[in-house]
C-alpha cells in the first residue's frame, strides 16, 4: 500500500498545544485579526431563532449609534434576510465567479446595506458533504480587512449554523470577545447549549473568546433554562417570548424595530435594546461548565 503525504500545514507539531485536538479544521491565520471591534458569536440549537436574535440584536446596537457588521455564517444565507430583504450572494458563490482570484473583488460584491445601515455579508458554507466551514469564515475575515472594510466597524456579529460546533463552524469562536448561547426553555435547546458550552471552553484556551451568557428565546418561561444555569455557571441576559409578532417579521422581511408599534412589540424592541447596551458597556466573562449527557437527562427530569 502507497503512502500518503500530508500537507504540512494539515497536522500538527508534536508536542505543540493543539488548537481543537481530535478535530478537522482550518487554523486560524494569526495575521487576520478583525481589529478593534467587539465581536460577538451567536450560538444555539438549529431553528431556535439566531439569524432573527441576530439581526434584531444587530439593529438594537445600530440604535445606539453603533456601527455594525452582521456576518452569517451558513449555506442557507438567510441571517441577513430581514436586514436586507433578500437572500444576498454569498462570499464563497462570489469567490467561485472569478475562480478564487479575490482581488478582482470589490466590497460592494459582497457587502450589503440593510436596514438602520446595519453592513450585510453571507459567508456561506462549503458544498453538503465537502470542504471546511472554517475556511469559508477565514476567506470571508480576511476579504473584509484587505478592503478595510473592518477599520470603522464598532460591532461585529457573527450568526453561526446550527448546534453541532464541528472544528469548521466554530471558527468565528477564534475572533469573537464573547459567545452569546441561543435557547429555548426545552431538553433539546439544552442539550444543544451544553455542547456549545464545552466548545466554548476548548476555544478558550488559545483564543481570547469567553461565554458571554445566554438568550432565552420562544420561551414562556425560564425554569428549565434556569436549572441548568444554576448547574452549569451561566446566567441569562436576555428574555424574548414567542410572540405571533415575531413569526410575522420574518413572513415581512422585517426586523422587529419595522413592524408595526404595539405594547407587546415595545417590550421585544426594548430588550434588544438593553441587551446591546449591556453588551456594548462590556460584560464579565462566564466560566461554564459543560455537564455530561446523562447529568442533564437527570438534571431535567428524563429517565
Known amino acids: 500500500m502507497n503512502a500518503v503525504t500530508v500537507p504540512v500545514s494539515r497536522v500538527q507539531v508534536r ?64 441571517s441577513t434576510f430581514t436586514l436586507t430583504k433578500q437572500l444576498v450572494p454569498t462570499v464563497i458563490d462570489i469567490l467561485e ?37 472554517g475556511y469559508v469564515v477565514g476567506q470571508t475575515v480576511k476579504l473584509l480587512k484587505e478592503h478595510r472594510l473592518l477599520d470603522d466597524t464598532d460591532v461585529v456579529i457573527f450568526d453561526v449554523l446550527g448546534d453541532v460546533v464541528c472544528g469548521g463552524f466554530a471558527a468565528p469562536l477564534q475572533h469573537a470577545d464573547r459567545a452569546l448561547i441561543v435557547t429555548a426553555n426545552d431538553f433539546d435547546s439544552i442539550f444543544a447549549m451544553n455542547r456549545i458550552v464545552a466548545a466554548i471552553q476548548a476555544k478558550s484556551k488559545n483564543y481570547r473568546v469567553r461565554l458571554g451568557g445566554v438568550i432565552a428565546n420562544r420561551s414562556a418561561g425560564t425554569d428549565q433554562i434556569d436549572r441548568f444555569n444554576d448547574r452549569s455557571g451561566l446566567k441569562t441576559m436576555a428574555r424574548f417570548p414567542d410572540l405571533d409578532v415575531i413569526r410575522r417579521s ?54
Open 97 to 133: 465567479s472569478v475562480d478564487f482570484h479575490a482581488e478582482e473583488l470589490r466590497p460592494e460584491d459582497f457587502v450589503y446595506e440593510g436596514y438602520n445601515g446595519v453592513m450585510c455579508v453571507e459567508a456561506g458554507g462549503p458544498p453538503a458533504g465537502t470542504g471546511c466551514g
Open 15 to 78: 508536542g505543540a498545544r493543539a488548537d481543537g485536538e481530535g478535530s478537522v479544521q482550518v487554523p486560524l491565520d494569526p495575521e487576520v485579526r478583525i481589529g478593534n471591534a467587539k465581536v460577538f458569536a451567536v450560538y444555539g440549537k438549529g431553528g431556535i431563532g439566531k439569524s432573527t436574535t441576530s439581526s434584531n440584536l444587530s439593529v438594537a446596537f445600530s440604535k445606539l449609534g453603533k456601527r455594525v457588521l452582521q456576518i452569517g455564517c451558513d449555506p442557507k444565507h438567510d
Open 250 to 303: 420574518r413572513l415581512k422581511k422585517a426586523t422587529l424595530f419595522e413592524m408595526e408599534d404595539s405594547p407587546e412589540l415595545a417590550a421585544v424592541q426594548a430588550e434588544y435594546l438593553r441587551l446591546a447596551q449591556t453588551l456594548w458597556d462590556g460584560v464579565d466573562p462566564m466560566v461554564g461548565v459543560s455537564l455530561k449527557d446523562r447529568e442533564i437527562f437527570d438534571l431535567l427530569g428524563f429517565d
